[in-house]
Protein backbone atom coordinates (compact mmCIF):
# COMPACT_ATOMS: atom_id res chain seq x y z
CA UNK A 1 0.00 0.00 0.00
CA UNK A 2 1.34 3.17 -0.87
CA UNK A 3 2.23 5.97 1.68
CA UNK A 4 -0.40 8.48 2.27
CA UNK A 5 1.32 11.14 3.00
CA UNK A 6 3.71 10.84 0.33
CA UNK A 7 6.93 9.65 2.70
CA UNK A 8 7.10 13.16 3.92
CA UNK A 9 6.08 12.53 7.34
CA UNK A 10 5.43 9.78 9.40
CA UNK A 11 8.94 7.23 9.60
CA UNK A 12 10.65 9.10 7.32
CA UNK A 13 10.62 12.40 8.99
CA UNK A 14 10.91 10.64 12.71
CA UNK A 15 14.50 9.64 11.27
CA UNK A 16 14.52 12.88 9.46
CA UNK A 17 14.57 14.97 13.12
CA UNK A 18 16.98 11.88 14.88
CA UNK A 19 19.09 12.63 12.10
CA UNK A 20 19.01 16.46 12.92
CA UNK A 21 18.81 15.73 16.67
CA UNK A 22 22.15 14.33 16.11
CA UNK A 23 23.96 16.53 13.72
CA UNK A 24 23.22 19.19 16.02
CA UNK A 25 25.67 18.98 18.98
CA UNK A 26 23.97 20.48 22.47
CA UNK A 27 24.94 23.47 23.49
CA UNK A 28 28.57 23.76 26.15
CA UNK A 29 29.22 19.86 24.68
CA UNK A 30 33.01 19.33 23.64
CA UNK A 31 33.49 19.03 20.25
CA UNK A 32 36.98 19.24 20.30
CA UNK A 33 39.36 18.59 23.91
CA UNK A 34 42.87 17.93 23.64
CA UNK A 35 45.71 17.88 26.91
CA UNK A 36 48.08 16.11 24.35
CA UNK A 37 48.83 13.61 26.75
CA UNK A 38 50.97 10.79 24.29
CA UNK A 39 53.78 10.89 22.52
CA UNK A 40 54.03 11.86 18.63
CA UNK A 41 56.39 12.77 15.77
CA UNK A 42 55.50 14.64 12.34
CA UNK A 43 52.30 15.52 13.68
CA UNK A 44 49.70 15.66 16.64
CA UNK A 45 48.07 12.79 16.50
CA UNK A 46 44.51 11.60 17.69
CA UNK A 47 42.73 14.41 20.32
CA UNK A 48 41.25 12.73 23.42
CA UNK A 49 37.79 14.29 21.94
CA UNK A 50 37.25 15.48 18.54
CA UNK A 51 39.45 12.66 16.33
CA UNK A 52 42.85 13.19 14.45
CA UNK A 53 44.45 16.68 13.54
CA UNK A 54 46.11 16.47 10.38
CA UNK A 55 48.77 18.62 9.09
CA UNK A 56 48.32 20.71 5.94
CA UNK A 57 51.86 22.60 6.07
CA UNK A 58 55.14 21.65 7.47
CA UNK A 59 54.23 18.52 8.88
CA UNK A 60 57.87 18.11 10.33
CA UNK A 61 57.52 20.85 12.48
CA UNK A 62 54.76 18.83 14.84
CA UNK A 63 55.67 16.70 17.32
CA UNK A 64 53.56 15.66 21.08
CA UNK A 65 55.68 15.33 24.34
CA UNK A 66 53.13 13.75 26.33
CA UNK A 67 52.30 17.57 27.95
CA UNK A 68 51.92 19.67 24.90
CA UNK A 69 51.56 19.82 21.55
CA UNK A 70 54.41 21.36 19.66
CA UNK A 71 55.21 23.64 16.95
CA UNK A 72 59.06 24.46 16.05
CA UNK A 73 58.94 27.78 14.21
CA UNK A 74 62.48 27.82 12.84
CA UNK A 75 63.55 31.49 11.85
CA UNK A 76 62.37 33.52 9.88
CA UNK A 77 59.60 33.37 7.15
CA UNK A 78 58.85 29.94 8.43
CA UNK A 79 55.36 28.62 8.70
CA UNK A 80 53.15 25.68 10.07
CA UNK A 81 49.71 24.83 9.71
CA UNK A 82 46.97 21.71 11.51
CA UNK A 83 43.44 21.71 11.31
CA UNK A 84 40.83 19.28 13.28
CA UNK A 85 38.55 18.52 10.11
CA UNK A 86 36.02 16.35 12.32
CA UNK A 87 34.56 19.87 13.44
CA UNK A 88 31.55 21.25 11.06
CA UNK A 89 29.92 24.51 13.06
CA UNK A 90 28.98 28.07 13.30
CA UNK A 91 28.51 28.12 16.94
CA UNK A 92 32.00 27.60 18.56
CA UNK A 93 33.49 28.40 21.97
CA UNK A 94 37.45 27.72 21.98
CA UNK A 95 40.40 28.08 24.51
CA UNK A 96 44.21 27.85 23.90
CA UNK A 97 46.49 27.53 25.95
CA UNK A 98 49.69 27.76 25.16
CA UNK A 99 53.65 29.37 25.55
CA UNK A 100 57.29 30.23 24.05
CA UNK A 101 60.05 28.91 25.10
CA UNK A 102 61.85 32.49 24.19
CA UNK A 103 60.70 35.75 22.87
CA UNK A 104 61.17 36.65 19.04
CA UNK A 105 63.51 38.96 18.47
CA UNK A 106 61.90 41.62 15.38
CA UNK A 107 58.48 41.91 14.94
CA UNK A 108 57.97 38.06 16.24
CA UNK A 109 55.97 35.19 15.73
CA UNK A 110 51.97 35.24 14.37
CA UNK A 111 50.16 32.70 16.51
CA UNK A 112 46.67 32.17 14.90
CA UNK A 113 43.84 30.43 15.87
CA UNK A 114 41.26 29.60 13.33
CA UNK A 115 37.56 29.74 14.51
CA UNK A 116 35.92 28.75 11.39
CA UNK A 117 37.34 27.70 8.05
CA UNK A 118 35.49 27.48 4.73
CA UNK A 119 36.21 27.45 0.82
CA UNK A 120 35.71 30.82 0.84
CA UNK A 121 38.49 31.60 3.94
CA UNK A 122 37.97 31.86 7.12
CA UNK A 123 37.81 33.70 10.79
CA UNK A 124 41.01 33.98 12.76
CA UNK A 125 42.55 35.04 16.47
CA UNK A 126 46.03 36.11 15.13
CA UNK A 127 48.39 36.65 18.76
CA UNK A 128 51.85 38.74 17.77
CA UNK A 129 54.57 37.63 20.00
CA UNK A 130 57.90 39.68 20.05
CA UNK A 131 60.57 41.54 21.17
CA UNK A 132 59.06 44.90 19.71
CA UNK A 133 56.02 45.33 21.89
CA UNK A 134 53.41 44.03 24.02
CA UNK A 135 51.49 41.09 22.73
CA UNK A 136 48.72 41.73 20.82
CA UNK A 137 45.57 39.76 19.04
CA UNK A 138 43.83 40.84 16.14
CA UNK A 139 40.07 39.11 14.90
CA UNK A 140 39.76 39.32 11.19
CA UNK A 141 38.18 37.79 8.36
CA UNK A 142 40.27 35.93 5.25
CA UNK A 143 38.72 35.95 2.10
CA UNK A 144 40.57 34.91 -0.94
CA UNK A 145 43.79 35.80 1.02
CA UNK A 146 42.60 39.37 1.81
CA UNK A 147 42.35 39.91 5.61
CA UNK A 148 40.27 42.49 6.69
CA UNK A 149 40.79 43.41 10.55
CA UNK A 150 37.60 42.86 12.83
CA UNK A 151 39.20 44.15 16.52
CA UNK A 152 42.17 44.35 18.33
CA UNK A 153 43.08 43.74 22.06
CA UNK A 154 46.89 44.34 23.25
CA UNK A 155 47.91 42.67 26.23
CA UNK A 156 49.17 44.95 29.04
CA UNK A 157 52.37 43.58 30.00
CA UNK A 158 55.21 42.18 28.16
CA UNK A 159 56.00 38.71 27.43
CA UNK A 160 58.41 36.50 29.35
CA UNK A 161 59.83 33.25 28.24
CA UNK A 162 57.51 30.51 29.28
CA UNK A 163 54.60 32.68 30.31
CA UNK A 164 51.44 30.85 29.66
CA UNK A 165 48.89 32.49 27.65
CA UNK A 166 45.30 32.28 26.66
CA UNK A 167 43.07 32.86 23.78
CA UNK A 168 39.39 32.54 24.19
CA UNK A 169 37.60 32.87 21.08
CA UNK A 170 33.43 32.99 20.46
CA UNK A 171 32.08 32.39 16.77
CA UNK A 172 28.44 32.53 16.56
CA UNK A 173 26.22 32.48 13.52
CA UNK A 174 25.52 32.27 9.73
CA UNK A 175 23.20 35.34 8.60
CA UNK A 176 25.40 37.54 11.34
CA UNK A 177 28.43 36.22 12.90
CA UNK A 178 28.86 37.80 16.26
CA UNK A 179 32.71 37.35 17.39
CA UNK A 180 34.13 37.71 20.79
CA UNK A 181 37.73 37.24 21.89
CA UNK A 182 39.97 37.49 24.81
CA UNK A 183 43.64 37.67 25.91
CA UNK A 184 45.43 36.88 28.88
CA UNK A 185 48.02 35.66 30.78
CA UNK A 186 47.59 33.95 34.03
CA UNK A 187 45.17 31.93 35.70
CA UNK A 188 42.55 34.21 35.96
CA UNK A 189 40.18 34.94 33.10
CA UNK A 190 39.33 38.53 32.73
CA UNK A 191 35.29 38.81 32.75
CA UNK A 192 35.09 41.16 30.28
CA UNK A 193 35.74 40.88 26.31
CA UNK A 194 38.76 42.20 24.82
CA UNK A 195 36.75 42.33 21.47
CA UNK A 196 33.57 42.28 20.66
CA UNK A 197 31.88 42.73 16.90
CA UNK A 198 29.12 41.19 14.37
CA UNK A 199 30.59 40.32 11.26
CA UNK A 200 27.19 41.04 8.69
CA UNK A 201 29.28 40.15 5.68
CA UNK A 202 27.90 36.53 4.45
CA UNK A 203 30.52 35.44 2.68
CA UNK A 204 31.70 32.79 5.66
CA UNK A 205 28.06 31.93 6.94
CA UNK A 206 29.22 27.97 6.28
CA UNK A 207 30.05 25.36 8.92
CA UNK A 208 33.83 24.82 9.20
CA UNK A 209 36.33 23.72 10.93
CA UNK A 210 39.31 24.43 13.33
CA UNK A 211 42.74 24.68 13.71
CA UNK A 212 46.37 26.30 14.03
CA UNK A 213 48.41 28.04 11.95
CA UNK A 214 52.04 29.82 12.49
CA UNK A 215 54.16 32.10 11.04
CA UNK A 216 57.88 33.97 11.95
CA UNK A 217 58.52 37.13 10.64
CA UNK A 218 60.95 38.60 8.27
CA UNK A 219 62.74 40.37 10.87
CA UNK A 220 62.52 37.22 13.63
CA UNK A 221 66.40 36.09 14.51
CA UNK A 222 67.98 32.94 12.88
CA UNK A 223 67.11 30.48 16.29
CA UNK A 224 64.11 28.50 16.18
CA UNK A 225 61.22 28.91 19.41
CA UNK A 226 59.12 26.47 20.29
CA UNK A 227 55.31 26.88 20.63
CA UNK A 228 53.82 24.61 23.11
CA UNK A 229 50.18 24.15 23.31
CA UNK A 230 49.14 22.72 26.46
CA UNK A 231 45.31 22.51 25.79
CA UNK A 232 42.86 23.65 23.57
CA UNK A 233 39.19 22.83 23.92
CA UNK A 234 36.08 24.08 21.22
CA UNK A 235 32.79 23.23 22.80
CA UNK A 236 29.35 24.44 20.58
CA UNK A 237 28.20 27.46 21.33
Not at 207 to 219: C, I, N, Q, R
Request: hydrophobic content about 35%; aromatic content about 6%.
Amino acid sequence: QADDNGGKDGAGKDKKDKKDKKDKAEEGSALLDDSFERSVNGGWGKANTGGSWKTSWNAAAFSVDGTSGRIAMAGPRSSAAIVSEEIKSTSTDAVVDFSLDSVPSGNGAFISYAARTTKAGQYQATVRIGSAGNPVVTVSRVVKGRETALGTYVLPQAYTAGQPLHLRMVVDGAESTSIQAKFWAGDTEPAEWGIETVDNDKTLNGAGTVGLTTYMSSSAGPETVTLSVDKVTVKQH
